[in-house]
T-cell receptor, first 111, second 114 residues
Framework: EDKVVQSPLSLVVHEGDTVTLNCSYE??????LLWYKQEKKAPTFLFML????IEKKSGRLSSILDKKELFSILNITATQTGDSAVYLC???????????FGKGTLLTVNP | DGGITQSPKYLFRKEGQNVTLSCEQN?????MYWYRQDPGQGLRLIYY???????QKGDIAEGYSVSREKKESFPLTVTSAQKNPTAFYLC?????????????FGAGSRLTVL
């Protein structure tokens, strides 16, 4: 059975802190790993990772994939209250269109 | 603007009633999905469709039904057989980025069974 495990499940920090969110996976025929941010309703796409060791960056957010150890991390530096959200990790299997999601990490950034 | 429209946003139903959630996209995406989200559970796949007139069961299809008569539309019916239907339902479609499928989500429909 394909599994995606995110940790921690919740995290509370102060503005300006740096956070690291983790996503590990056990799937057959890995194709890609995706990160999403969900504030109120629709998750919005952050990053898509397919190759090990190549960091993707967007402003204060960055992510990297380790295909040997089967995990990815999402880093957020200099956190702001607007970063408060649920961060979802999903893995795509090579043989079909399905994505398997983790349970998400609820990040709360306090002023 | 292109996007995915889900309706209604909020829905209440009595036990034993069927209810249909609408999902329409004008992105010209081939594949469409329905996910269910419960607190602390992440997103779980109900049904997905890669082309018109074809769809496959996801991980939690029992008590749900779908149709895909048009490329733009993928309605989900929550039947009375679904034992715990109160949840947040997300519809999505995919676009390809560098060969990988990236989901675009609608704003969701929150169903409450009274």
């Amino acid at each position: 059975e394909d599994k995606v495990v995110q940790s921690p499940l919740s995290l509370v920090v102060h503005e300006g802190d740096t956070v690291t969110l983790n996503c590990s996976y056990e799937v057959t025929n890995f194709r890609s790993l995706l990160w999403y941010k969900q504030e109120k309703k629709a998750p919005t796409f952050l990053f898509m990772l397919t190759s090990s060791g190549i960091e993707k960056k967007s402003g204060r957010l960055s992510s990297i994939l380790d295909k040997k150890e089967l995990f990815s991390i999402l880093n957020i530096t200099a956190t702001q209250t607007g970063d408060s959200a649920v961060y979802l990790c999903a893995v795509e299997i090579n043989s079909d269109y399905k994505l398997t999601f983790g349970k998400g990490t609820l990040l709360t950034v306090n002023p | 603007d292109g996007g995915i429209t889900q309706s209604p946003k909020y829905l209440f139903r009595k036990e034993g009633q069927n209810v249909t959630l609408s999902c329409e996209q004008n992105l010209n995406h081939d594949a469409m999905y329905w996910y269910r989200q419960d607190p602390g559970q992440g997103l779980r796949l109900i049904y997905y469709s890669q082309i018109v007139n074809d769809f496959q069961k996801g991980d939690i299809a029992e008590g749900y039904s779908v149709s895909r008569e048009k490329k733009e539309s993928f309605p989900l019916t929550v039947t009375s057989a679904q034992k715990n239907p109160t949840a947040f339902y997300l519809c999505a479609s995919t676009r390809q980025i560098s060969g990988a499928n990236v989901l675009t989500f609608g704003a969701g429909s929150r169903l409450t069974v009274l």
